[in-house]
């Protein structure tokens, strides 16, 4: 299946997404704090071996992902995170 199609696909999306948050949301609160998006993203940094995130693009992450403001971010926040990336996934796949 391609990234298009599983994009096309509302169902397999959400999945992914769920597994995905899930996984990564390390004090099952059912949201992403600052702390996990840290985490997360140092993570990755790490094993891309480039820079990890300054705190002031750590905020500004958060900023942009956290639509309501709350300082946290939902799962449907984070699945607007998933569709971009799939999205750019297909646009690779497609080339």
Same mark, same amino acid.
Request: proline share 1%; hydrophobic share 40%.
């Given at each position: 299946?391609?990234?298009?199609?599983?994009?096309?696909?509302?169902?397999? %999306? $959400?999945?992914?997404? $769920? %597994? +995905?948050?899930? +996984? =990564?949301?390390?004090d099952d609160?059912?949201f992403l704090?600052?702390?996990? =998006?840290?985490?997360? =993203?140092?993570?990755? +940094?790490?094993?891309?071996?480039?820079?990890?995130?300054?705190?002031?693009e750590m #905020?500004?992450?958060?900023?942009?992902? #956290?639509?309501?403001?709350?300082? $946290? %971010?939902?799962?449907?926040?984070? &699945?607007? =995170?998933?569709? &971009?990336?799939?999205?750019?996934? +297909?646009?690779?796949?497609?080339?």
């Amino acid at each position: 299946m391609s990234f298009r199609e599983i994009l096309n696909n509302a169902q397999k %999306v $959400k999945k992914i997404t $769920k %597994v +995905a948050f899930n +996984a =990564l949301d390390e004090d099952d609160s059912g949201f992403l704090e600052r702390k996990e =998006l840290i985490s997360i =993203l140092n993570n990755c +940094a790490d094993i891309l071996k480039i820079e990890r995130p300054s705190s002031e693009e750590m #905020d500004e992450i958060l900023k942009e992902l #956290d639509e309501n403001q709350d300082g $946290k %971010v939902s799962e449907n926040e984070f &699945q607007k =995170l998933i569709e &971009q990336v799939l999205s750019i996934m +297909a646009k690779i796949e497609e080339k």
